[in-house]
C-alpha cells in the first residue's frame, strides 16, 4: 500500500513554475549574469480597508438599488468623512436621496481600529449594501396538526429584526468570525469549489447557556447575510424549524411534516437568487428524542422523524444558497450524530465585565433618549463613554472630578460588575425590573437609577440557583 510520502504527482506542470524553472535553469547553466528582471506590472497599490456601508431604503422608495448605490458611493467620495461605526446623515442637499433612503450606517469598522483609532476616508474603501426592510412579518405554517406551527418562515431583510445585529455584545470577535465563515462558505460555493478536494459546509451550531442570544444572533446573522449579499441573492428567506412541534404526540404524523417543511425548503432553495437560511432551534430536544426512543421511552418513530430531518439535512447541504443555523443549550460535548455535521461549533458564553457595561450603557442610553430616565441639567443630550474610553478616562483623576458624565461611568461601571454571572436576556430586563422597583419612578435622574440597579441586580443574582 503506498504512503503519503510515495505519492507522485501526476498533474501537467502549472505553466507558470516550468516558466520560472526554465529561467531557473537557464541562468544556472549560463556563465554569465542573470538577465535583469522584467519589468513588474502596473499594480494598483490598494492597500485600503474594504469598510460596509448599510442603506436602509424607505418604504415608500420604489428606486432601484443600483441607482441608490452609485449616489451613495458618489456622495461617499465626496466627503472627507472618518470612518467609525455608526449613523452618518443621508445629505440634505440630494433630494434623491432624501426622498429615498431612510438612513445609511457604517459597519464593523471595530474589526480594523484599536484603541481611539480612526480610519480616515483615503484609507477605506467603501462597499455599499442598499436593501430595504420587508414589512410582511412571520408567515407560519398551520397545516400540522393543530398544536404548534411547524415552522415560521420570513422575508429578509425584515423588520422584525432591524437592530439585533447592533444590539448584540461579544467581546470575542464571535459575530465578526461568523460573518467571514459565511462569507467564505458562500464564496467556496459561488466559485465552484471541488469539496471532494476542500471540505466545508454551510452548517453552523451556536451552543452555551440560556439567554446568551443564541437564537437572537442566528437571526440576526442571516439578516446580515441577505443584506451583505444582496447582490447576488435577489430574495433572502428564514425558515425558523420549530423542533418541539416535529414531535407531536401523534408521530405518525411527524414523519410527513418533516417531509412537507423541507420539500417546502427544496422549492425555495430551487431558485438559484435565493439566499436560505434554515434555523433548527435547541437542537438538543432532536437528541433527546433519539435516545429516549433508543432507550425504548418513546415510540420508536420519534427515531425515524430524527433521521428523516438529518437525511434531509444531507441532502440540503448539497445546495450552493442554503445555511443552516442551528442552536443548542448543551454546553459539554455535543455528540450526536446532528452536531457532528456543523463546520462552525461556536460557544456563546454569558456576557463578560466589558460586554454587561456595554449592554447596560446602550440600555441606559434608550431610557434617557425616551425621557424615562431625566437628563443632565447640564448637557443636552446623555452620550456615556463606551468601555474603552471609560477605562481610559477614569485613570485620569481630574477627568475623574470634572464632569458627572464620568461619575456616572464609574457607577455603570459598578452596576456591571455587580452583574456577573447574568445572562444577556437578565441583564436586558434589569433596567425594567428596577424602575418598577423605584419608589418614585417619575423623572429618575441616571445615578440614582444605577444605584438602584445595583441592589436589583443582587437580589435577582440571589434567587439564582446555585
Ligand atoms: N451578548 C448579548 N448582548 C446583547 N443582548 C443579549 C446578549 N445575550 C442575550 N441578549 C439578549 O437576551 C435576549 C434573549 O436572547 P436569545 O433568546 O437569543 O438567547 P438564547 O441563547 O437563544 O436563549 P435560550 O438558550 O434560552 O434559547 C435577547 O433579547 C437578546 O437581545
Ligand atoms: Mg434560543
Same mark, same amino acid.
Given at each position: 500500500?503506498?504512503?503519503?510520502?510515495e505519492?507522485?504527482?501526476?498533474?501537467?506542470?502549472?505553466?507558470?513554475?516550468?516558466?520560472?524553472?526554465?529561467?531557473?535553469?537557464a541562468?544556472?547553466?549560463?556563465?554569465?549574469?542573470?538577465?535583469p528582471?522584467?519589468?513588474?506590472?502596473?499594480?494598483?497599490a490598494d492597500?485600503?480597508?474594504?469598510?460596509?456601508v448599510e442603506?436602509?431604503?424607505?418604504?415608500?422608495?420604489?428606486?432601484?438599488?443600483?441607482?441608490?448605490?452609485?449616489?451613495?458611493?458618489?456622495m461617499?467620495?465626496?466627503?472627507?468623512?472618518?470612518?467609525?461605526?455608526?449613523?452618518?446623515?443621508?445629505?440634505?442637499?440630494?433630494?434623491?436621496?432624501?426622498?429615498?433612503?431612510?438612513?445609511?450606517?457604517?459597519?464593523?469598522?471595530?474589526?480594523?481600529?484599536? +484603541?481611539?483609532?480612526?480610519?480616515?476616508?483615503?484609507?477605506?474603501?467603501?462597499?455599499?449594501?442598499v436593501?430595504?426592510?420587508?414589512?410582511?412579518?412571520?408567515?407560519?405554517?398551520?397545516?400540522?396538526?393543530?398544536?404548534?406551527?411547524?415552522?415560521?418562515?420570513?422575508?429578509?431583510?425584515?423588520?422584525?429584526?432591524?437592530?439585533?445585529?447592533?444590539?448584540?455584545?461579544?467581546?470575542s470577535?464571535?459575530?465578526?468570525?461568523l460573518?467571514?465563515?459565511?462569507?467564505?462558505?458562500?464564496?467556496?460555493?459561488?466559485?465552484?469549489?471541488?469539496p471532494?478536494?476542500?471540505?466545508?459546509?454551510r452548517?453552523?451550531?451556536l451552543?452555551?447557556?440560556?439567554?446568551?442570544?443564541?437564537?437572537?444572533?442566528c437571526?440576526?446573522?442571516?439578516?446580515?447575510?441577505?443584506?451583505?449579499?444582496?447582490?447576488?441573492?435577489?430574495?433572502?428567506?428564514l425558515?425558523?424549524? +420549530?423542533?418541539?412541534?416535529?414531535?407531536?404526540?401523534?408521530?405518525?404524523?411527524?414523519?410527513?411534516?418533516?417531509?412537507?417543511?423541507?420539500?417546502?425548503?427544496?422549492?425555495?432553495?430551487?431558485?438559484?437568487? +435565493?439566499?436560505?437560511?434554515?434555523?433548527?432551534?435547541?437542537?438538543?430536544?432532536?437528541?433527546?428524542?433519539?435516545?429516549?426512543?433508543?432507550?425504548?421511552?418513546?415510540?420508536?418513530?420519534?427515531?425515524?422523524?430524527?433521521?428523516?430531518?438529518?437525511?434531509?439535512?444531507?441532502?440540503?447541504k448539497?445546495?450552493?444558497?442554503?445555511?443552516?443555523?442551528?442552536?443548542?443549550?448543551?454546553?459539554?460535548?455535543?455528540?450526536?450524530?446532528?452536531?457532528?455535521?456543523?463546520?462552525?461549533?461556536?460557544?456563546?458564553?454569558?456576557?463578560t465585565?466589558?460586554?454587561?457595561?456595554?449592554?447596560?450603557?446602550?440600555?441606559?442610553?434608550?431610557?434617557?433618549?425616551?425621557g424615562?430616565?431625566?437628563?443632565?441639567?447640564?448637557?443636552?443630550?446623555?452620550?456615556?463613554p463606551?468601555?474603552a474610553?471609560?477605562?481610559?478616562?477614569?485613570?485620569?483623576?481630574?477627568?475623574?472630578?470634572?464632569?458627572?458624565k464620568?461619575?456616572?461611568?464609574?457607577?455603570?461601571?459598578?452596576?456591571?460588575?455587580?452583574?456577573?454571572?447574568?445572562?444577556?436576556r437578565?441583564?436586558?430586563?434589569?433596567?425594567?425590573?428596577t424602575?418598577?422597583?423605584?419608589?418614585?419612578?417619575y423623572n429618575?435622574?441616571?445615578?440614582k437609577?444605577?444605584?438602584?440597579?445595583?441592589?436589583t441586580?443582587?437580589?435577582?443574582?440571589?434567587?439564582?440557583?446555585?
Amino acid at each position: 500500500m503506498s504512503t503519503p510520502m510515495e505519492i507522485t504527482l501526476q498533474n501537467p506542470p502549472d505553466p507558470d513554475i516550468s516558466d520560472q524553472n526554465a529561467v531557473a535553469s537557464a541562468s544556472a547553466s549560463a556563465p554569465s549574469p542573470p538577465p535583469p528582471p522584467p519589468p513588474l506590472p502596473p499594480v494598483l497599490a490598494d492597500d485600503r480597508v474594504s469598510v460596509s456601508v448599510e442603506a436602509c431604503l424607505k418604504p415608500s422608495s420604489t428606486a432601484r438599488i443600483d441607482d441608490v448605490r452609485s449616489a451613495i458611493e458618489r456622495m461617499l467620495e465626496k466627503r472627507s468623512l472618518s470612518y467609525i461605526d455608526g449613523p452618518i446623515p443621508v445629505p440634505l442637499d440630494d433630494p434623491f436621496l432624501t426622498e429615498n433612503v431612510e438612513r445609511i450606517r457604517i459597519c464593523d469598522t471595530d474589526e480594523w481600529v484599536q +484603541n481611539h483609532e480612526i480610519l480616515l476616508f483615503w484609507q477605506v474603501k467603501p462597499v455599499v449594501h442598499v436593501f430595504q426592510l420587508s414589512e410582511e412579518g412571520p408567515c407560519e405554517d398551520l397545516s400540522g396538526d393543530g398544536q404548534l406551527p411547524s415552522f415560521n418562515e420570513w422575508m429578509l431583510p425584515a423588520k422584525e429584526f432591524d437592530g439585533m445585529w447592533e444590539s448584540l455584545i461579544y467581546e470575542s470577535g464571535l459575530k465578526q468570525r461568523l460573518l467571514r465563515y459565511a462569507a467564505s462558505a458562500l464564496l467556496f460555493t459561488e466559485k465552484g469549489i471541488d469539496p471532494f478536494l476542500v471540505s466545508w459546509n454551510r452548517i453552523i451550531l451556536l451552543h452555551g447557556p440560556p439567554g446568551t442570544g443564541k437564537t437572537s444572533l442566528c437571526k440576526a446573522l442571516a439578516q446580515k447575510l441577505s443584506i451583505r449579499f444582496n447582490s447576488r441573492y435577489t430574495q433572502s428567506q428564514l425558515v425558523e424549524v +420549530n423542533a418541539h412541534s416535529l414531535f407531536s404526540k401523534w408521530f405518525s404524523e411527524s414523519g410527513k411534516l418533516v417531509a412537507k417543511l423541507f420539500q417546502k425548503i427544496q422549492e425555495m432553495v430551487e431558485e438559484e437568487n +435565493n439566499l436560505v437560511f434554515v434555523l433548527i432551534d435547541e437542537v438538543e430536544s432532536l437528541a433527546a428524542a433519539r435516545k429516549a426512543a433508543l432507550s425504548g421511552s418513546e415510540p420508536s418513530d420519534s427515531i425515524r422523524v430524527v433521521n428523516a430531518l438529518l437525511t434531509q439535512m444531507d441532502k440540503l447541504k448539497s445546495s450552493p444558497n442554503v445555511i443552516i443555523l442551528t442552536t443548542s443549550n448543551i454546553t459539554t460535548a455535543i455528540d450526536i450524530a446532528f452536531v457532528d455535521r456543523a463546520d462552525i461549533k461556536a460557544y456563546v458564553g454569558p456576557p463578560t465585565l466589558q460586554a454587561r457595561y456595554e449592554i447596560l450603557r446602550s440600555c441606559l442610553q434608550e431610557l434617557v433618549k425616551k425621557g424615562i430616565l431625566s437628563n443632565f441639567q447640564d448637557c443636552d443630550h446623555l452620550v456615556i463613554p463606551n468601555f474603552a474610553s471609560m477605562k481610559e478616562k477614569l485613570s485620569m483623576p481630574e477627568m475623574q472630578e470634572a464632569q458627572t458624565k464620568f461619575h456616572l461611568c464609574k457607577q455603570l461601571l459598578e452596576a456591571a460588575e455587580a452583574c456577573e454571572g447574568m445572562s444577556g436576556r437578565s441583564l436586558r430586563k434589569l433596567p425594567f425590573l428596577t424602575h418598577a422597583a423605584l419608589s418614585n419612578p417619575y423623572n429618575c435622574d441616571p445615578s440614582k437609577f444605577l444605584c438602584k440597579m445595583v441592589d436589583t441586580a443582587r437580589g435577582e443574582l440571589s434567587e439564582l440557583p446555585d
